[in-house]
């Protein structure tokens, strides 16, 4: 069994998070996860899986030149990181912005789940997009 980690332990990991998107490390964002962990934005399906995630948030990354994870409040409910955070991005060379909470359980010192909440229209309507670009909510 994992061995659980101090609630600063958490907050460190999570601004290693943020920092690994800000670099645009797909990979390093992907390792973070258990082997079986999940990536749920709440609107689409979850992304089950180490390897899944990297194809998600990679596949994300291909028109992404930039983005960083604007954290406002990071704390430690019940165990589990709650984060308000802001994203701002340049996409296909369109700055946009959209506001978001996220939830991460760890186990041991990797993400277990992380759970993602915000306007999924606003967006996309961010990303100058007309249609999503995940797949699997169709």
Request: hydrophobic share 40%; net charge negative.
């Amino acid at each position: 069994m994992a061995q659980a980690l101090s609630d600063a332990e958490k907050i460190a990991l999570t601004h290693e998070m943020a920092q690994a998107w800000h670099t645009l490390d797909w990979r390093k964002v992907a390792d973070m996860f258990t082997p079986d962990g999940v990536l749920h934005s709440m609107m689409v399906d979850p992304v089950v899986g180490r390897e899944a995630v990297y194809k998600r948030v990679s596949g994300l990354g291909d028109g992404l030149e930039s983005i960083t994870l604007d954290l406002h409040h990071v704390g430690v409910i019940d165990g589990n990181i709650y984060m308000e955070r802001t994203d701002r991005f340049v996409y296909r060379g369109k700055d946009g912005w959209t506001p978001v909470v996220g939830v991460l359980e760890f186990e041991g010192s990797l993400i277990k789940v992380w759970r993602e909440y915000y306007d999924r229209h606003h967006l996309l309507s961010a990303m100058g997009l007309t249609e999503d670009f995940d797949q699997s909510t169709r």
